[in-house]
């Protein structure tokens, strides 16, 4: 089932309304973005165990979100 996104639009005159707009496939922009991501940090000096701490960084990141989204519920 394809992701979609609510946008509101306004036409002259009138309240925003809700529109439906499909989702790019993330998927293969993540992997776009993580590529050029390794590649922009290896061209700027980075060692691969620096690259392996922003992972890890980012991982913890997410984590905390998903706990503090469980206590939510």
Known sequence: M???VTQLKSVAGTAPTAVSA???NREK???ILSKSIYKEMR???YEPKQIV???TELISLVTS???EDARLD
């Open 53 to 55: 701490a922003l992972a």
């Open 22 to 24: 499909p989702v790019p």
């Open 65 to 67: 979100d998903i706990k």
């Open 43 to 45: 061209q700027n000096g």
């Open 29 to 31: 922009a993540l992997k």
């Open 2 to 4: 394809p992701q979609v």
